[in-house]
């Protein structure tokens, strides 16, 4: 029962955004309720990040677990806004202090050439549902679609993503190439350079005939966002920026042999019976932010599949107002979802790419990691997590501040959330404890 005087909060999301604030509003005498779409709560740190960073993955388990195993924190798994629960009723009849979205960003933005979504699966794929493949395809019990991952493959994008994407490609194709050569060689020891695990084997890389995969960008090499100057940068640091940028690139591009064109900028398609055959291109020229086209400089890029990977943005839910592809939050220090006052976000559900960058700028260290650990892998991505930690941390505390100023529950109000919470879980068939759950529900074989 209730105490007079308590909240309960609906938290949307269980992964880091979603995990760290029902943490920080635990340990504020809020009772949370998780409601998470999928049966594991670990978001893209198992969907969208690559299965080689096997111990990163484990470490980011754990954190979540432990915060999701929290007196006063109930998950529900296997629930969606949209489809299970209706967004408006939550927000308005069901009695929560308050909800809070940390979805995330799931959806893959558009390619930006018109009458692209005429060829999703017709030799165009995005980055997301790739990922999502790469990681799960070698479970028993996958049932999702299936990719071909072919030589010269296309990848349009250019940040972290994109590198990812080429990535993927490249061991695929060398493990095949080596395969079809009588020697087989495992994901993990491609992962740490193509190259020396073909000279392990007395093996040149060019004599396996791997043409290599080709990724595009709209703008320089030095402006990819692999890396982000501080606030209010000087001159010296946007330099150095720059440098780290080329650095990362030349790097991924020594260890994995993939191809890379700057300033290229779809504009239309190749199509063939009926499937896309390839790209039409133009070169760009770059002040600022503008990015211009050159006249007359198009041209075609034939390839037997492109991959899109120029960033994510959150899923579109029914009954959720947007502005273009975000939800309408009113700031960024206390994110409110405009239509209710009791409505708040975390995390990148909140401005996207914007929040990322906020993310990997938490501290001068974090360039430096991703330098020595995301693309040498000498090292993990904690730094990584801990920055979107903190900024999730951050954001909720702002919240939690805030739901600490509404009306609190009556104990016939909280009993009655209480119930519902039961009711949910129990539809889903968690009937016991979150360990129990998860051991359950996590496959045999998964990477």
Not at 155 to 175: F, M, R, T
Request: some cysteine; aromatic content about 8%.
């Amino acid at each position: 029962m209730a105490e007079n005087g308590q909240h309960f909060v609906a938290v949307i999301g269980a992964a880091i955004s979603g995990s760290v604030a029902a943490e920080l509003l635990a340990e504020r005498g809020i009772r949370v309720a998780v409601i998470e779409q999928n049966k594991r709560p670990y978001g893209k740190i198992e969907d969208g990040l690559p299965r080689w960073h096997v111990e990163q993955r484990k470490q980011e388990y754990h954190h979540i677990d432990e915060r999701l195993k929290k007196p006063g924190i109930s998950f529900i798994p296997c629930t969606k806004i949209g489809r299970d629960i209706d967004f408006q009723d939550l927000c308005s009849n069901w009695g929560f202090s308050a909800v809070i979205l940390a979805n995330g960003a799931w959806r893959d933005r558009d390619l930006g050439v018109p009458g692209a979504g005429d060829y999703v699966d017709k030799g165009l794929v995005y980055q997301n549902p790739f990922i999502y493949w790469y990681n799960h395809k070698n479970e028993r019990d996958y049932r999702g679609p299936r990719y071909g991952t072919p030589d010269e493959t296309l990848v349009v994008g250019g940040g972290l993503a994109s590198i990812d994407v080429v990535k993927v490609l490249q061991l695929e194709n060398y493990e095949r190439a080596l395969s079809e050569h009588g020697v087989q060689v495992s994901m993990h020891d491609l992962e740490k350079g193509i190259p020396s695990a073909c000279e392990a084997h007395g093996i040149r890389p060019e004599s396996l005939g791997v043409k290599g995969c080709l990724l595009i960008y709209r703008r320089r090499e030095p402006d990819m966002p692999l890396a982000h100057p501080p606030d209010n940068p000087t001159p010296n640091q946007i330099a150095k920026t720059e440098q780290v940028r080329q650095k990362m690139l030349r790097l991924a591009r020594e260890k994995y042999l993939f191809r890379f064109q700057e300033r290229r900028l779809p504009v239309g398609f190749l199509v063939e019976d009926g499937r896309l055959a390839g790209l039409k291109v133009v070169e760009t020229r770059t002040s600022g932010r503008n990015v211009e086209p050159v006249p007359g400089s198009e041209q075609e890029i034939r390839a037997p599949l492109v991959i899109s990977s120029i960033g994510s943005v959150p899923e579109a839910l029914p009954g959720v107002a947007m502005k273009g592809d975000y939800y309408t939050f009113t700031s960024e220090d206390l994110p409110r979802y405009a239509p209710h006052g009791h409505v708040f976000g975390v995390g990148n559900v909140v401005t996207g790419q914007g929040n990322i960058r906020v993310s990997l700028v938490h501290s001068q260290k974090v360039t430096n990691h991703l330098i020595e650990n995301y693309i040498t892998g000498k090292g993990e991505l904690s730094a990584f997590y801990a920055a979107a930690e903190s900024r999730a941390a951050g954001q909720a505390q702002a919240v939690s501040e805030r739901i600490q100023t509404l009306p609190a529950l009556a104990p016939a109000e909280f009993t009655a959330l209480e119930n519902r919470v039961r009711k949910l879980q129990e539809r889903v068939g968690y009937a016991s404890d979150y360990d129990s759950w998860i051991a359950k529900v996590t496959p045999p074989d998964l990477e």
